[in-house]
């Protein structure tokens, strides 16, 4: 339904920062929740952070104090701030969009974000 492609991720190092950005292409990205998520190898997926269209946010509970999700609606584009980075936030990232009210998510392919000294 959406087309999402994130970037941003890479190699940093602990306590560093990092921003990812996703972009969306539709004619609607005012009508979804976006997303992150990660997923660490041999790890279960997590929630990171959502956003709505009018910017109510929600971060689990390893982002909060340390992450910030936001949007911007006339660049149909969502991005992850990433503060005092440690290691294991290594994972891959992964965006989302879910259209509020059908149960249905977009997601990305994901980029990688690595936290090493």
């Known amino acids: 339904q959406v087309q999402l492609v994130e970037s941003g991720g890479g190699l940093v190092q602990p306590g560093g920062s990092l921003t990812l950005s996703c972009a969306a292409s539709?004619?609607?990205?005012?009508?979804?929740?976006m997303g992150w998520y990660r997923q660490a190898p041999g790890k279960q997926r997590e929630l990171v952070a959502t956003?709505?269209?009018?910017?109510?946010?929600n971060y689990g509970d390893s982002a909060k104090g340390r992450f910030a999700i936001s949007r911007d609606n006339a660049k149909n584009t969502v991005y992850q701030q990433m503060n005092s980075l440690k290691p294991e936030d290594t994972a891959v990232y992964y965006c989302?969009?879910?259209?509020?009210?059908?149960?249905?998510?977009?997601w990305g392919q994901g980029t990688q974000v690595t936290v090493s000294s």
């Open positions: 539709t004619s609607s990205f005012s009508s979804y929740v």
């Open positions: 956003i709505t269209s009018g910017g109510s946010t």
């Open positions: 989302t969009a879910s259209r509020v009210g059908l149960g249905l998510t977009s």
